[in-house]
């Protein structure tokens, strides 16, 4: 459960949409008694407030985040980038900040420029959204047993009693900290998270093509086309960011499944396909020990 400490005693999260709903709600419900100041529309803070996700609301990034100990940008990635620079002018020496943003070099880099060391940045990404957004589907258990990977902009920084007590916080709400440099984290994210968005979108929309040209009845469609086409409801405001700031990544990412899928075409008629099959069963079984 978090508790009052000399560095978050009053928490600024700009953006309340799932992620940032979701903290505030997370952190109300493992009883953080200090201040949570919430930054978004005039009508998304009246339904953060009545939900008490915040106690308190602004309209503008820069008298939300005024005096707090930690500013939570949980903002799409674009707008992440934006909002660095002028956070410099408000912000306490003193201050964490951190992001949700499922790219992270970019995002990093521009904290380095803006901030130098003060205040400290820390790079974030809870591996635990959904394919619906907004703060209507914010959910207090969103983190819960969720990898929740953080980017320090050098390794020195993990010795910065700040950024000990984030992570604890982020244990405090049930997730998992896993930290990795912001190169890595974007490649590896190319494959495990933006390569299985990009592949559920595009047989959606090839399904979509082919149902309104030729008799192709969704009422045939099975539990396994249902599962790999759940992620295509994820709203493509928050991708267009995610593309655009890991294109290399995930364009080598999207030509080896090229060649993997030419690979499945090839052989379909003989024994190398089992191959696959195989391998494929094997990671799986990979994932269901991964605790």
């Not at 201040?35 to 939300?64: F, H, K, M, T, Y």
């Not at 003060?118 to 619906?132: Q, T």
Request: proline share 5%.
């Amino acid at each position: 459960m978090p508790t009052q400490n000399s560095f978050f005693n009053r928490i600024s999260i700009i953006g309340l949409g799932l992620m940032g709903g979701s903290w505030g709600l997370a952190l109300k419900k493992h009883g953080f008694s200090g201040a949570l100041v919430g930054c978004d529309r005039p009508e998304v803070l009246s339904r953060a407030l009545a939900a008490r996700a915040i106690d308190e609301g602004a309209e503008d990034p820069a008298e939300a985040a005024r005096n707090a100990d930690l500013v939570i940008l949980a903002a799409p990635v674009g707008a992440i980038l934006d909002l660095l620079p002028p956070l410099k002018r408000v912000l306490s020496p003193r201050a964490l900040v951190t992001d949700v943003g499922s790219t992270k070099r970019l995002i990093c880099e521009r904290a380095r420029e803006a901030f130098g060391d003060a205040p400290l940045f820390l790079g974030g990404h809870p591996l635990a959204g959904k394919e619906l957004s907004g703060f209507e589907n914010a959910d207090p258990a969103l983190f819960e047993n969720a990898r929740y990977a953080l980017t320090p902009l050098s390794p020195d920084h993990l010795a910065d009693q700040r950024v000990k007590a984030f992570s604890g916080l982020v244990e405090a709400v049930g997730g998992r900290p896993f930290l990795s440099d912001a190169s890595h984290h974007d490649r590896a994210v190319a494959y495990l998270s933006h390569l299985p968005q990009l592949l559920s979108t595009a047989l959606s929309s090839l399904i979509a093509e082919q149902s309104s040209e030729d008799f192709l009845p969704l009422e045939l469609a099975g539990a396994g086309f249902r599962d790999v086409t759940r992620i295509a409801e994820s709203p493509y405001a928050v991708w267009r960011d995610i593309c655009l700031t890991n294109i290399e990544n995930i364009q080598s990412a999207l030509e080896l499944l090229i060649e993997k899928l030419e690979a499945v075409k090839l052989h379909l008629s003989d024994r190398e396909l089992e191959r696959e099959f195989k391998q494929a069963l094997r990671l799986r079984e990979r994932l269901r020990k991964l605790k």
